[in-house]
């Protein structure tokens, strides 16, 4: 039995990460991180904290368990590419935070939604590019048939919003 406070905490603590909480549960980080928001909770990525932003009492004393489902099994193979896509969109939107309200971390985005439903593929041309280690290591997470996806629905997202794209 995991209490929601306990967790919370580990998390915050670095003591436990949504990955391990995950394969603990048999489930996706994303499945982890939803049940998480479905809580009341906001990851404030400034302070590396969960804010509770629920309108009822915080559920600090729930079991963390019987939130997830057991019938929500997915292939392991989704599953990995599903927890590989959360753990770069997380980071990602870490980076970007600090320029936005926080109703950015609940709002979906372009890339989420690629990442979740891969689009038929434009005709497309290749480059090379250097990347520095830290960004290396987010596009590293993502499972090589998305990579050229999440890099180009990046820097769209940033190039539209320097009004550079319609």
Same mark, same amino acid.
């Given at each position: ?8 905490? %580990? *998390?915050?603590?670095? #003591? ?25 909770? #906001?990851?404030? @990525? ?7 932003? %629920?309108?009822?009492?915080? &559920? ?7 939130? *997830?489902? /057991?019938?929500?099994?997915? &292939?392991? #193979?989704?599953?990995?590419?599903? =927890?590989?896509?959360?753990? =770069?969109? +997380? ?5 970007? =935070?600090?320029?936005? @309200? ?15 439903? &891969? ?8 480059? $090379?590019?250097? !990347? ?10 993502? &499972?090589? +048939?998305?990579? @050229? ?9 940033? !190039?539209? #919003? /320097? $009004?550079?794209?319609?």
């Amino acid at each position: 039995m995991m209490l929601v406070k306990k967790m919370l905490n %580990g *998390i915050m603590m670095k #003591e436990i990460t949504i990955k391990e909480l995950a394969d603990r549960y048999d489930v996706s980080t994303r499945t982890i991180q939803s049940k998480i928001k479905k809580l009341g909770y #906001e990851w404030d @990525s400034k302070e590396s904290i969960y804010r509770y932003v %629920g309108e009822e009492s915080e &559920p600090l004393d729930v079991d963390f368990s019987t939130l *997830i489902s /057991k019938n929500s099994k997915m &292939p392991a #193979e989704q599953k990995l590419a599903t =927890s590989e896509v959360a753990a =770069s969109t +997380s980071y990602v939107d870490e980076s970007e =935070s600090t320029s936005t @309200s926080s109703s950015k971390a609940s709002t979906v985005d372009a890339i989420d939604l690629l990442l979740q439903h &891969p689009k038929e593929r434009s005709k497309r041309v290749y480059r $090379g590019f250097y !990347f520095d280690d830290d960004v290396l290591s987010i596009i590293d997470r993502v &499972p090589k +048939s998305y990579k @050229s996806e999440l890099v180009n629905e990046a820097l769209r997202k940033v !190039f539209k #919003e /320097k $009004g550079l794209l319609d």
